[in-house]
């Protein structure tokens, strides 16, 4: 069974960068897509960025700002947040598929959520 932690949200203000990441419990962490999403109330949940291998993909609200990495030795992704606005608050979901398609749409794995509040 996957196991997803994410941990780094937190209370910033516009303009301020956080860090948030993804710990996986899974065999072969390598080979699985690795993708965050997020939440307000009220709205479905929004996918924000995607990783496999070397190839990446973000939602247009966040491009020039998010970079999604990972590190494979440490079975643990990274969202990397600059220029924040408050329009980016949220609970953040990291999640994991095989498939770097599915991790857009429909992963089979999810973490907990953490929260990122970003004052104006």
């Known amino acids: 069974q996957v196991q997803l932690v994410e941990s780094g949200g937190g209370l910033v203000q516009a303009g301020d960068s956080l860090n948030l990441s993804c710990e996986v419990s899974?065999?072969?962490?390598?080979?699985?897509?690795m993708g965050w999403f997020r939440q307000v109330p009220g709205k479905e949940r929004e996918f924000v960025a995607a990783?496999?291998?070397?190839?990446?993909d973000y939602a247009n609200s966040v491009k020039g700002r998010f970079t999604i990495s990972r590190d494979d030795a440490k079975n643990t992704a990274y969202l990397q947040m600059n220029s924040l606005k408050p329009e980016d608050t949220a609970v953040y979901y990291c999640?994991?598929?095989?498939?770097?398609?599915?991790?857009?749409?429909?992963?089979?794995?999810w973490g907990q959520g953490t929260e990122v509040t970003v004052s104006s």
């Open positions: 990783i496999k291998y070397f190839r990446a």
């Open positions: 899974v065999r072969d962490f390598h080979t699985y897509a």
């Open positions: 999640a994991c598929d095989p498939s770097f398609w599915a991790i857009q749409k429909t992963p089979t794995s």
